[in-house]
C-alpha cells in the first residue's frame, strides 16, 4: 500500500488481444516498443554487415599468402581492420541487445498489468468456471514462455538478418556452389513444418497439465485442514502421482521431438560443408576457383550455420510462446459479462436508497461442461435459483430474509451488487434500473458483507479499510466498535497493526465475520447488506451488535439475511424465500400470524425456550 | 500487503554451493548409468566436433592447395587432379561419416539428458509434495499457499533446467574445451599460445560480469515471488476487492511491484549486453591475432604449407577459436542458470527439510478404533506463530482441564474467539499443545500413529472447505469402503438429499473451486454428511449448524441422534437451542472453563450461561 502515491494513474488501455492468432497480439502489443526494436534490427544490420567484413579479409589474407603477394605491413592493415570492425561489431550488439530485450521486459510488464487488469474487470461467473490455480498458471509459467519468445526469441530472428546478407556474399563468392550447398534446403522446410506443427500441438498439452498440475497443489494447500482431519495424506499423494506421471509423459513426449531439432541442423549443416568441399575442392583443383575463394565461402558458410542453428532454438521459443500467448489471450478476449456500457449514465447518483425488485427472475449459468455440447437440452439447466421475485423497500426501512438452505437468499443480494445480471426482470435503485449506476458508483453505495469472508494477509488496519487511505484510525475504531470488533481488537498483540494470515487463518470464525462488518460499516455506504453476518457470534455478543447496529442504520436501507429469528425480528418487513421463490412477506407480527414457514421457524425456537423451562 | 505474519522468505546470496550440488546429484545417482552414457557421449561428440576442422584442414593442406601449386606444367594436371580428386573424396566420404554419426549420437545424448531431467523432477515433485502434506499447520498457516506453490512447480522445473541445461551442458563445455585445447596445442603449440592469448582477459571479464549479475538475478527471483503470491491472493480475493471497488488501488500496487521487477529485469538485460559482446570481441581477437602470427611466420619462411603455419593452419585455428569462445561465453550464461537453480534448490531443499513438527513419535500407538475418551489435564496452549513473535506466549487455552466419557455428548459453548475451535485443533492434533496433557482413551495423542487415529476423529471445520470434483467424490474423498448407498444415506441423514438430487447431475455435479456454486448452508451440509459417511468414533461439529436454517437443524439433529448412539460427541454452537439437550454443557470464556454441568445446572448456577440464555429467551418472549 505504502506504493500507492508513488505512481500516477497507470496505463489502462491495452490493444486488442486475438486468440489464434498469437503473432499478431505480440505485434499489437509491442508496438509502442517499435522503435526500439526497428533501431535494434538496424544495428543487427549494421553488426551483420561488419562481420562480413572478416571472411573478405581472410580471403585478401590467404589470397595473399598463398601466391605471396602480401607484405608485412599490409599484414598489419589487416589485423587492425580485423579489430576495428569486432570493436564496431561489439558496440552495435550491446545497443541491440539492451534496445531489444530492454524492449521485450516492458512488454512482459504491460502484458502482466493488461492481464490483471483484466482480470479486475471480469466478473463472478468467470471466477467460479476458472480455478485460481490456472490464471496463476497462466500469469507465471505462460507468462516467462512468452518473455523467452519476445526477448532471446525475437533477438535471434533478427539475427537472421544475416542469413540474406551471408547468401548474398556467397552467391557473390561462388553461384554454383551456394547451390550446392542450399541443396539440403528443401529437406529442411519440410521437417521444420512437421517439426513445429508437432511442437505447437505437444506444448499445448503440456501447458494444460502443468496448469491441472498446479491447481490440484494450490486446492490441496487449501484445504490442508480437511486433508489432515480425515487422514487422507495418502490419496491426495497418489492423486498428484497421477497429474505429475501425465506431466512428466508429456515432456518426454516432446522431449523426444525436440531433441531432434539440434542434431537434425547440424547434420544439415554438416551436409552443406560436405558439398561445398566436396565441389569447392574440385573447382580449386580443376583451377576454377581460388583457394582464396573457397576459405572465404567456407567461413561464411560457417558464420550462416550459428543463424540457423538459432533457427532451430527460436523456432522451439517461439511455438511455445505462441500457444502460451494464445493462452493468455483467451482471457484477455473474455468479454466483462458485466461492465459499465450504453446504458450506464455516468453521473447516475443513488441518494435515498430505495430498493425495488420487479419480476426477477435468475438461474446461475449452466456448468462449462454441458454447455460445450452445443445443443442444450433444457433439462441440462440448473433451476432457477430466483423465480419472479417482486418487492420494495422503501428507503431507510430494514428487510430482512430468511428461508431454508439454499433457497436464493445470497443470490438476490448478489444480483442487487450485480455481480450478475439478472435472466429477467428488473432491479431499481432510487426508481433507476441498476444498469444506469456507473458500477464503481453503485457498489461505493452498497455495503456489502458477503457471506464468505474473505481477509486479505495484510493488518487489521488495512484489511477494513481495504485501501482507502482517507480513513482515519478514529472511524476505523469506531466501526469496530459498531461491529463488536473492539473488544477482541485491543486483546491482540499489535491491535490495527497486527498482520493477518491467508484467509484470517489466525482470527476465530467470529472474528472474521466482525472484520467484515467493519469493513463494509467503514465506507459509510447507503445501502447496507448483511448476508448472514452473525452466523459464528454468540448471542451476547450479537445482541450487543445488533443494539449498536441499530443506531447504524437508523435512516440507512438495511436488508438483512440471517438463520436467527433474534436478528430480523425488528425490521420493518421480512420476506421468506422458499426455493427462489417469496412465500411469505410482512413483519415479524404478521408473519407469526399467518402460521406458515415463518411462524413455523419461529415455533421452533420458543419452544426450544419453553421445553428448556418445562424441563 | 506486509510479509510480517508469515515466515521470512529470503535468500542467502550464495554462490556455487558444493553441498547443494552434492545433494542435487543425489537425485541423479539412480540414473548414474545414463548419466554416464551422456557423458562418455560428449566426449565423443567433442572429440568428433573438432575432427570436422582438423580433416578441413587437411583436405585444403594436403589435397587441394597442393594440388594447385603443382599445377604448373599442362600434361601434369589430368594426373595430378585424378589422383588428387581421389584423395579429396576420401576426406570429403570421413567427413560425411563424422557428421552422421555425430548427429545420431548428439540426438541419443540430448534424450537421455531431458529424459533423465524429466524423471529427476518427477521424483523430486512428487517427494516435495507428500512431504508438504505430513508439514503441520503451525507451518502452514504462516507460508502463503503461493509461496509453496511456486516451490512444487517453479522451482522444481528450474532445479530440471540446472539438470539438463545447466550440468550436462557444463560438462560439454568442458570437454569441448579440453579437447579444442588438446587438439590446438598438437597441431601448433605457439599459435595455440597465440589464440589463447586472450583468455586472462575472458577470465577478468566474467569474474567481474559475475559479481555484478549475480545480486540482480536473486533480486529479480525475489520480486518475482513476490509479486506472484501477492496476485494469487488477490486473484482469490476478486470478489471483495470488487465490492469494496478496490480495484484501483490494487491496481496500482501490482503495477508498482511490476515495475519494480522490470526495472530490476531492464539491469539485469545491461550486464548482460555488455558481457557478451566483450566476450565476443576478445574471440574475434584470437582469430585477428592467429591471422596475424600465421601471416607473419608464412612471410617470414616463405612458406604456405610448412608445419609453422599454413592456410590449412589457418583455417583450423579460426574454427578452433570460434569452438573455444563459444563455450566460454555459453559458461557465463549457464552459470547463472545454475545460479537460478540453485537458488530453486536452496528453497525446494529448505522446504524438505522442514521437520514436520506435529508427527509420530518413536514408537506410534495404533489405533484401528477408539472408544472415544478424552481427557484434558490443565492443558496451556499458544498459537506457534504468536509464541515466536514475543516472549510470553499469548495463551489461547488456558489451564483447561476436562474428562469426556466414552459416548457422552459434550457441548461447547462461549463468546466469540474464547478457544472453542482452537479445543477442537488440539483434539484432532492439529498442533502440539505446551503445557499439559491430552489423552484419547488414556493414551496421550502424540503416542498415537497420527493418521489413524485422525480418522476416529470426524470434524466438521468451522471453515467449510470442499475440493473442486462431485459432490459425490467430496463426501467419499476417496475411501473406497464408503458405498453409493453409504454416500446417498448420509446426504439424507444432513437433510442434503434434497437439494443435491435436484442439482443437475445430482451426485455427480460439478463442485467448483472452494465449493464456490453451492450455496454456504449446502456445503455445510456436505461437508456434514462427509464426515458422517467417515464413521468416526468421535465426532466434532464445530458450528456445523451455523448457516442452515433452524428447521432443517432439527431434521438433521433428530436423524443422527440414533447414528451417534454410543458415539462421543463434542458440538460447538452458538444457538442455544442446538445444545440444550447435551448431557454436559462447557462454557468457555477467554480460554478457559468458566462453567459445566447440564442446561438445568448451568440454569441454576446463575452465571455466563445463564446471561446467555436469558438473552435469548427475554429477546424472544420480550415482545409477544
Ligand atoms: N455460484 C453458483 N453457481 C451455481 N449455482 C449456485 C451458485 N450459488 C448458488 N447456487 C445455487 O443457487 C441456489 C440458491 O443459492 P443461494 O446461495 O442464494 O442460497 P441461500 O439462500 O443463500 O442459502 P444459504 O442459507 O445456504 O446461504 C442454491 O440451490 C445453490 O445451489
Ligand atoms: N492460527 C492461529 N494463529 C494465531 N492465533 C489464532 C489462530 N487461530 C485462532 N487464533 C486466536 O485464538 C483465539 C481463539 O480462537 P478460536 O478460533 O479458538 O475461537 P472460537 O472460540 O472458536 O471463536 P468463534 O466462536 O468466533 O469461532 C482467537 O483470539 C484467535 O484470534
Ligand atoms: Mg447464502
Ligand atoms: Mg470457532
Request: net charge neutral; aromatic share 8%; charged share 20%.
Amino acid at each position: 500500500m505504502k506504493n500507492e502515491t508513488r505512481h500516477a494513474p497507470p496505463e489502462t488501455s491495452w490493444p486488442p488481444a486475438e486468440p489464434g492468432k498469437p503473432f499478431l497480439t505480440l505485434l499489437r502489443f509491442n508496438r509502442r516498443y517499435l522503435r526500439a526494436y526497428l533501431t535494434g534490427a538496424a544495428l543487427a544490420v549494421v553488426f551483420v554487415v561488419i562481420s562480413l567484413l572478416m571472411p573478405l579479409i581472410i580471403r585478401a589474407t590467404v589470397q595473399g599468402l598463398s601466391t605471396g603477394a602480401l607484405g608485412t605491413d599490409r599484414l598489419w592493415e589487416f589485423f587492425w581492420v580485423l579489430l576495428a570492425t569486432s570493436i564496431a561489431a561489439g558496440v552495435a550488439r550491446y545497443f541491440q541487445r539492451t534496445l531489444m530485450i530492454g524492449a521485450s521486459r516492458h512488454f512482459e510488464y504491460d502484458l502482466r498489468n493488461a492481464y490483471f487488469r483484466h482480470l479486475q474487470r471480469l466478473s463472478a461467473s468467470f471466477f467460479q468456471r476458472m480455478p485460481t490455480g490456472d490464471l496463476m498458471a497462466r500469469a507465471t509459467s505462460d507468462m516467462n514462455q512468452i518473455r523467452d519468445f519476445v526477448g532471446p526469441g525475437v533477438m535471434g530472428t533478427v539475427d537472421m538478418i544475416r542469413l540474406p546478407f551471408t547468401l548474398g556474399m556467397m552467391f557473390y563468392l561462388s553461384v554454383r556452389l551456394t547451390l550446392y550447398s542450399l541443396l539440403p534446403l528443401p529437406a529442411l522446410t519440410i521437417l521444420v513444418y512437421l517439426f513445429v506443427r508437432f511442437m505447437n500441438r505437444q506444448s499445448k498439452i503440456v501447458q494444460e497439465i502443468y496448469a491441472e498440475l498446479s491447481t490440484r497443489v494450490q486446492e490441496n494447500l487449501a484445504g490442508a485442514r480437511v486433508v489432515k482431519a480425515f487422514g487422507i495424506e495418502d490419496r491426495e499423494t497418489d492423486r498428484f502421482r497421477e497429474k505429475t506421471l501425465e506431466y512428466m509423459k508429456a515432456n518426454v513426449k516432446l522431449a523426444v521431438v525436440t531433441s531432434f531439432a539440434w542434431p537434425l541442423i547440424d547434420m544439415l549443416i554438416g551436409v552443406a560443408v560436405l558439398m561445398v568441399i566436396w565441389q569447392g575442392g574440385k573447382l580449386v583443383i580443376e583451377n576454377h576457383l581460388t583457394l582464396g575463394d573457397l576459405s572465404a565461402f567456407l567461413i561464411t558458410m560457417v558464420m550462416l550455420a550459428w543463424p540457423l542453428i538459432q533457427f532451430g532454438w527460436v523456432l522451439t521459443l517461439y511455438q511455445r510462446g505462441a500457444v502460451s500467448m494464445n493462452r493468455i489471450s483467451a482471457i484477455l478476449n473474455e468479454v466483462p459479462e458485466i461492465s459499465d456500457d450504453q446504458r450506464t449514465v455516468m453521473n447516475a447518483r443513488i441518494t435515498v436508497g430505495r430498493i425495488q425488485f420487479e419480476g426477477v427472475s435468475f438461474r446461475y449459468p449452466s456448468p462449462p461442461e454441458s454447455a460445450a455440447q452445443a445443443a442444450l437440452p433444457t433439462t441440462h439447466q440448473r433451476p432457477w435459483a430466483v423465480e419472479e421475485v417482486s418487492f420494495e423497500v422503501p428507503a431507510g426501512t430494514t428487510l430482512a430474509i430468511v428461508g431454508p438452505t439454499g433457497s436464493g437468499k445470497s443470490t438476490l443480494l448478489s444480483l442487487l451488487c450485480r455481480e450478475f445480471e439478472p435472466v429477467s426482470g428488473h432491479i431499481l435503485i432510487d426508481g433507476q434500473a441498476l444498469e444506469v449506476f456507473p458500477l464503481h458508483t453503485l457498489r461505493h453505495a452498497l455495503g456489502c458483507v458477503p457471506q464468505d469472508v474473505f481477509i486479505f494477509s495484510e493488518s487489521i488496519r488495512e484489511n477494513i479499510r481495504l485501501g482507502r487511505p482517507a480513513i482515519p484510525d478514529g472511524e476505523i475504531l469506531d466501526a469496530a466498535r459498531v461491529a463488536g470488533f473492539l473488544g477482541d481488537l485491543q486483546e491482540m498483540p499489535q491491535q490495527l497493526d497486527t498482520l493477518l494470515g491467508e484467509r484470517g487463518v489466525n482470527l476465530s470464525g467470529g472474528q472474521k465475520q466482525r472484520l467484515a462488518l467493519a469493513r463494509a460499516l467503514v465506507c459509510n455506504p447507503a445501502i447496507l447488506l448483511l448476508d448472514d453476518t452473525l452466523s459464528s457470534v454468540d448471542t451476547r455478543t450479537e445482541e450487543l451488535i445488533l443494539r449498536e447496529l441499530r443506531g447504524y442504520m437508523e435512516g440507512r436501507t438495511s436488508i438483512i439475511v440471517s438463520h436467527r429469528i433474534s436478528s430480523i425480528r425488528h425490521a420493518h418487513k421480512i420476506i421468506v424465500l422458499a426455493d427462489g421463490q417469496i412465500v411469505e412477506s410482512g413483519n415479524h407480527d404478521e408473519l407469526v400470524e399467518l402460521d406458515g414457514l415463518y411462524a413455523r421457524l419461529h415455533q421452533r425456537q420458543l419452544l426450544e425456550t419453553h421445553l428448556e423451562e418445562d424441563s | 500487503m506486509s510479509e510480517g505474519y508469515h515466515m521470512q522468505d529470503e535468500l542467502q546470496e550464495r554462490a556455487y554451493d558444493a553441498h547443494l550440488m552434492r545433494r542435487l546429484l543425489g537425485y541423479i545417482r539412480p540414473y548414474r548409468g545414463w548419466i554416464i552414457l551422456a557423458t562418455v557421449l560428449l566426449l565423443v561428440l567433442s572429440v568428433l566436433g573438432n575432427l570436422a576442422p582438423v580433416l578441413l584442414m587437411h583436405s585444403v593442406d594436403a589435397y587441394i592447395n597442393d594440388a594447385t601449386r603443382l599445377a604448373a606444367p599442362e600434361d601434369m594436371v589430368a594426373a595430378a587432379a585424378e589422383r588428387d580428386l581421389s584423395g579429396l573424396y576420401r576426406m570429403v566420404l570421413a567427413i560425411a561419416a563424422v557428421v552422421a554419426l555425430q548427429g545420431l549420437l548428439r540426438y541419443v545424448q540430448v534424450l537421455v539428458v531431458s529424459v533423465v531431467g524429466q524423471r529427476t523432477m518427477f521424483e523430486m515433485r512428487l517427494g516435495l509434495f507428500d512431504h508438504l502434506q505430513h508439514l503441520s499447520l503451525g507451518f502452514l498457516d504462516r507460508n502463503p499457499a503461493g509461496r509453496l506453490l511456486s516451490r512444487v512447480t517453479n522451482d522444481i522445473e528450474k532445479v530440471q533446467q540446472t539438470i539438463v541445461e545447466g550440468v550436462v551442458a557444463v560438462i560439454s563445455d568442458f570437454m569441448t574445451l579440453l579437447v579444442v585445447l588438446v587438439v590446438m596445442f598438437s597441431i601448433n603449440p605457439i599459435l595455440a599460445c597465440v589464440a589463447l592469448s586472450p583468455v586472462p582477459l575472458v577470465v577478468l571479464t566474467s569474474v567481474l560480469f559475475r559479481k555484478y549479475a549475480q545480486h540482480s538475478f536473486l533480486e529479480v527471483r525475489r520480486k518475482i515471488a513476490h509479486i506472484n503470491s501477492w496476485m494469487q491472493e488477490n486473484v482469490s480475493g476478486m470478489r471483495v476487492v470488487r465490492l469494496f471497488n478496490r480495484e484501483d488501488v490494487n491496481y496500482a500496487e501490482y503495477v508498482a511491484r511490476n515495475a519494480d521487477h522490470r526495472d530490476e529485469w531492464v539491469r539485469q538485460v545491461r550486464n548482460f549486453a555488455l558481457y557478451f559482446p566483450a566476450v565476443e570481441f576478445l574471440g574475434s581477437l584470437a582469430t585477428a591475432l592467429v591471422i596475424l602470427y600465421c601471416g607473419m611466420v608464412m612471410l617470414k619462411t616463405g612458406e604456405a604449407t610448412s608445419g609453422q603455419g599454413s592456410v590449412g593452419t589457418i583455417f583450423a585455428f579460426v574454427f578452433l577459436a570460434e569452438r573455444f569462445f563459444g563455450p566460454i561465453r555459453a559458461l557465463a550464461d549457464r552459470y547463472n542458470l545454475i545460479l537460478e537453480a540453485m537458488a530453486s534448490s536452496e528453497r525446494v531443499f529448505a522446504l524438505q527439510d522442514t521437520p514436520p513438527d506435529v508427527c509420530n513419535g518413536p514408537a506410534p500407538v495404533s489405533c484401528a478404533r477408539l472408544k472415544g475418551a478424552v481427557a484434558l489435564e490443565h492443558v496451556w496452549f499458544a498459537y506457534p506463530s504468536a509464541a515466536e513473535l514475543q516472549g510470553e506466549p499469548r495463551w489461547v487455552l488456558k489451564n483447561i482441564t476436562l474428562d469426556i466419557a466414552p459416548g457422552e455428548r459434550v457441548a461447547i459453548v462461549g463468546h466469540t474467539g474464547a478457544g472453542k475451535s482452537t479445543l477442537i485443533h488440539l483434539l484432532s492434533r492439529f498442533y502440539d499443545i505446551q503445557r499439559g496433557h491430552l489423552r484419547i482413551d488414556g493414551v496421550d495423542v502424540r503416542d498415537y500413529d497420527l493418521i489413524p487415529m485422525r480418522r476416529n476423529i470426524g470434524v466438521v471445520l468451522q471453515d467449510v472447505f470442499l475440493f473442486s470434483g462431485t459432490i459425490e467424490e467430496n463426501i467419499r474423498l476417496g475411501n473406497p469402503e464408503i458405498s453409493q448407498e453409504k454416500v446417498e444415506a448420509c446426504a439424507r441423514h444432513v437433510n442434503a438429499a434434497r437439494f443435491i438430487e435436484r442439482l443437475p447431475g445430482g451426485y455427480g455435479y460439478h463442485v467448483g473451486e472452494r465449493g464456490c456454486n453451492l450455496s454456504t448452508g449446502q456445503r455445510q451440509l456436505v461437508a456434514f454428511a462427509r464426515t458422517l459417511a467417515h464413521d468416526p468414533r468421535i465426532l466434532v461439529l464445530d458450528e456445523a449448524t451455523a448457516n442452515i436454517d433452524t428447521e432443517t437443524e432439527n431434521l438433521i439433529q433428530d436423524a443422527i441422534a440414533k447414528l451417534l448412539e454410543g458415539r462421543t460427541s463434542i458440538v460447538i454452537a452458538h444457538r442455544l437451542s442446538t445444545v440444550q439437550h447435551a448431557d454436559r454443557i462447557v462454557v468457555f470464556h477467554h480460554g478457559e472453563i468458566r462453567e459445566s454441568g447440564t442446561h438445568q445446572e448451568l440454569l441454576a448456577h446463575n452465571g455466563l450461561y445463564r446471561t446467555l440464555y436469558e438473552l435469548q429467551y427475554k429477546d424472544q418472549t420480550g415482545s409477544d
